[in-house]
C-alpha cells in the first residue's frame, strides 16, 4: 500500500523548513514517532493529522492527494465522491438501545406492574427507526394494553431529560465528524427524534456544532420513511443528489434514503462491537478512500 500520507507530510514538512524535532515538539511526541508518521510504519490519528495540518499551514486534505494529485491513480471524475452526508441519530451516532429500551420498560411498568420489564426491552429492541410514539403504540398492541401514550411520553421525556448523560457517542463519532468537516463536506442530521430531546443530546456530547442543519421528521410531521424532510435538505443545499449520502440502521432509514433518491449506508453498530466509525476512520487514514479531498 502506499505511503501517501506519511510521503505528503515529509514533503510538506521539507518545504516548510520544518524539522522532526520541531514538529514533533507541536505534537508533543518523540522524534522517533514523527519519522515513523513520514515512513508510515505508525498509523496517525485524526487529531494528530489536525496538529500536523495547523502546523504546516495546509488543508488536511492535502494529505490524501499524491504528486500527481490524485489519489491511488483515481480522479475527482468519479461519480461516487460525496460532498454531504446526512445522519440518524439513535443506534447510528448515539448508543442508545440500552438506555431507550430500559426507560421505556420503566414508564411501561409503573403504570403496569405486572407487565415483565426483560419482555419490554426486548420488544422495543426489535423495532427501528420509528418515532418514539409509534414505539409505545407497537409495544402496547403486542402487551395488550390500551393507553394514554401521550401521557406515557410525557413520563418518558422526563426520565430521558434527567438521564442525558447516559446517552453516549459511540467510538469514533467524533473523529469522523472532524473528518469530514476539516474536508469540506456538509453534515446535516435527519431523524425521528424529537428536537426537545435531540437539542441536549447533541448539546451534551459537544457534536452540535458539527451540523449545518437539523431536522426531526417526527416534529415536521413527515416521518421516516416519508422523504420530504430529507428532500427538504437535498433542495436547499444546491448539491445534487448523486452527492448526498445517508447513514442510518434500519430498514426504514434504507427505504428513507431510497425514496429520496440518494446513496445510503445501513449498518448496525451493536454487530461491529459500536466502533463502525472508528473502523472507517482508519479505513480513509490507511487506504485514502477516494472522495475526500
Do not use: W
Not at 130 to 140: C, K, S, V
Not at 155 to 165: A, C, L, S
Not at 263 to 278: E, P, S, T
Amino acid at each position: 500500500m502506499d505511503n501517501i500520507i506519511g510521503k505528503k507530510i515529509k514533503s510538506l514538512r521539507l518545504k516548510s523548513g520544518i524539522t522532526q524535532k520541531e514538529l514533533a515538539a507541536h505534537l508533543e511526541c518523540t522524534e522517533v514517532m514523527v519519522s515513523r508518521y513520514e515512513l508510515g510504519v505508525s498509523q496517525i490519528s485524526i487529531p494528530q493529522l489536525m496538529k500536523i495540518a495547523k502546523v504546516l499551514q495546509t488543508p488536511a486534505s492535502s494529505f490524501f492527494e499524491d504528486t500527481e494529485g490524485s489519489t491511488n491513480g483515481t480522479t475527482h471524475k468519479n461519480t461516487g465522491i460525496k460532498k454531504a452526508f446526512v445522519f440518524d441519530i439513535d443506534d447510528t451516532l448515539v448508543d442508545a438501545r440500552q438506555f431507550c429500551g430500559e426507560t421505556i420498560a420503566r414508564v411501561i411498568t409503573s403504570k403496569y406492574p405486572t407487565v415483565n420489564f426483560n419482555l419490554v426491552c426486548q420488544l422495543h429492541d426489535n423495532i427501528k427507526g420509528q418515532t418514539i410514539f409509534d414505539i409505545y403504540t407497537n409495544i402496547l398492541k403486542e402487551l395488550d394494553i390500551k393507553a394514554d401514550v401521550p401521557e406515557l411520553l410525557k413520563q418518558d421525556f422526563t426520565i430521558q431529560q434527567k438521564n442525558i448523560h447516559r446517552l453516549q457517542l459511540f467510538d469514533g463519532v467524533v473523529d469522523i465528524l472532524e473528518f469530514l468537516k476539516s474536508n469540506g463536506k456538509k453534515l446535516y442530521i435527519c431523524t425521528n427524534r424529537t428536537k426537545n430531546l435531540m437539542l441536549p443530546l447533541l448539546e451534551h456530547n459537544n457534536i452540535l456544532g458539527y451540523f449545518d442543519e437539523i431536522i426531526s421528521c417526527a416534529d415536521a410531521g413527515f416521518k421516516k420513511p416519508n422523504p420530504l424532510c430529507l428532500t427538504e435538505i437535498i433542495n436547499k443545499s444546491g448539491i445534487d443528489p448523486s452527492e448526498f449520502i445517508y447513514f442510518g440502521d434500519s430498514e426504514v432509514d434504507t427505504q428513507f434514503a431510497q425514496n429520496a433518491n440518494i446513496d445510503f449506508m445501513v449498518f448496525d453498530q451493536y454487530l461491529n462491537n459500536k466502533n463502525l466509525f472508528k473502523k472507517l476512520v482508519n479505513m480513509f487514514l490507511e487506504k485514502q478512500i477516494n472522495g475526500f479531498h
